[in-house]
């Protein structure tokens, strides 16, 4: 064919990716579509000839409505190869597309384009049988569609005539929130046999707060140049945060604590280790629902958040017995020496049960206890907002899944309606999010300290204390 594709650093990850299930999220206009389209075409090169050297290929393509399947991803399929390829307008849609290699043979396609929007429509799957799948918009369809799907895949053609080779699903969609089923499977599940993949994002923020077009945005040479500044006259940070900057969100209701967590730059997608030697502080909330968060800050600054203890209807010997102190035995040893445990300054308050505070039962485990600076909620949250606005100095590793979905929606303040519209609550919402961080908040406070206040004081800031014998 004389089709030139030049493919994006993603996708050429992903044509090399011999799993069954791949997934890709990205932002808008960065040829998702254009890439899951090329990963079938150059898939069907690699099938088995029959004796009379054709390579047969049967594609399935799904999104939510037969209008939206028309507008976009069939378009996109008709730009690339134009009248090489026919389109049948029935129920479903189907097309075909043949071509010869240079080896003599020839590839023959087909392709099913089908709505899923209903079970009625999930159901009509049953009968297909192909090679691989496409799901355009992922995000629009049921976790049972895409269950549904992926079952037809490797079915075609029958092994007597060679059977299929690298079998796939794929699909691609914009980011989605924290409650979407692709959130779960992509970070929580991640099961194996599934490969995911982000592009990065299209726009960044500057540390002035204006949006600015990445350079490192996949399939810029595509698009005209204006295309991402129009869109950023929007003006709205939610949709921009989500829509451009590929960033999970879409929070229904509610206002997110820390509109300056950017997840593409903060979240570390792999194990964060502690450095050795080097202090760790472990922030602890105490209450019916013990939470903990291991943090260190490195001598280059850089604070890392390298993993998190949630619990629920447990009480805070329990935590300590049961949870932390087996976290620290078996997982991070090499710390011992180094750590401090800092809490909520209320645990000297005693219990009306055995007059024991929850420092003092801190201290019976065996903990080094110490209690944090304030519990002035202002402070708190700016000890961390004081890390996420410098660049590159807060990592929060994979194995903090809670914390980052708060992060991302879940730390949030609560939403009012009232005669004057909507309006938030002062205080963030109390929930199994809030909990670790809290904890968070208490850690992050030892690693900031005000200045001094002179008779005209500038503008509230902090400063980093040294991570060696910063305590």
Excluded at 73 to 86: L, R, S
Excluded at 340 to 355: E, G, I, L, Y
Excluded at 363 to 386: D, M, Q, W, Y
Excluded at 425 to 440: C, I, R, V, W
């Amino acid at each position: 064919m004389d089709v030139v594709y030049k493919v994006s650093n993603t996708f050429a990850k992903v044509h090399r990716d011999k799993n069954p299930m791949i997934f890709i999220m990205g932002p808008v206009g960065s040829g998702k579509s254009s890439g899951c389209i090329w990963h079938a075409v150059l898939n069907a090169m690699n099938q088995h000839p029959d004796s009379d050297g054709v390579r047969h290929y049967r594609h399935l393509v799904v999104r939510a409505t037969y209008p939206a399947l028309r507008s976009t991803v069939i378009k996109t399929w008709i730009e690339w190869f134009k009248d090489k390829i026919t389109i049948t307008y029935t129920t479903p849609i189907l097309g075909k597309l043949r071509y010869p290699l240079a080896d003599g043979t020839e590839v023959d396609i087909e392709i099913n384009f089908l709505a899923v929007d209903d079970e009625q429509s999930i159901q009509k799957l049953r009968s297909l049988e192909v090679t691989s799948a496409h799901i355009n918009e992922a995000s629009e369809i049921s976790k049972a569609a895409f269950e549904m799907v992926a079952s037809r895949v490797n079915r075609f053609p029958s092994v007597r005539n060679g059977g299929p080779v690298n079998p796939f699903t794929i699909l691609d969609y914009n980011a989605v929130s924290t409650d979407h089923w692709l959130y779960k499977l992509a970070e929580e599940d991640r099961p194996s046999g599934h490969s995911f993949y982000r592009q990065p994002p299209a726009v960044i923020r500057l540390p002035s707060g204006e949006y600015t077009v990445n350079p490192e945005a996949e399939n810029l040479a595509n698009l005209p140049a204006n295309y991402y500044s129009n869109i950023l006259l929007l003006g709205n940070d939610d949709f921009i945060s989500v829509n451009l900057m590929n960033n999970y969100g879409e929070v229904r209701t509610g206002r997110p604590v820390y509109k300056d967590y950017d997840d593409n730059e903060h979240f570390v997608n792999d194990e964060i280790s502690p450095l050795r030697g080097v202090p760790v502080v472990i922030g602890v909330d105490q209450g019916l629902t013990p939470s903990a968060v291991f943090t260190q800050l490195t001598p280059t600054g850089e604070v890392l958040v390298f993993d998190e203890i949630v619990t629920q209807d447990c009480s805070l010997q329990e935590f300590c017995q049961d949870f932390l102190w087996p976290r620290i035995a078996t997982k991070y040893p090499f710390i011992m020496p180094y750590f401090t445990v800092v809490c909520d300054p209320a645990t000297t308050q005693r219990s009306m049960n055995d007059a024991k505070s929850g420092v003092d039962i801190l201290k019976e485990c065996g903990l080094p206890v110490k209690l944090a600076k304030t519990n002035v909620a202002v402070e708190r949250r700016e000890s961390v907002i004081f890390f996420l606005r410098q660049k590159k100095k807060f990592k929060l590793a994979k194995d903090c899944k809670v914390l980052r979905k708060g992060f991302i929606s879940e730390y949030k303040y609560d939403e009012t309606r009232t005669v004057n519209g909507i309006l938030y609550k002062e205080k963030p919402a109390k929930n199994e999010y809030s909990h670790p961080h809290d904890a968070l908040q208490y850690a992050m406070m030892e690693y900031v300290h005000k200045p001094r206040r002179r008779k005209a004081p500038p503008r509230k800031q902090y400063n980093v204390v040294s991570s060696i014998g910063g305590y």
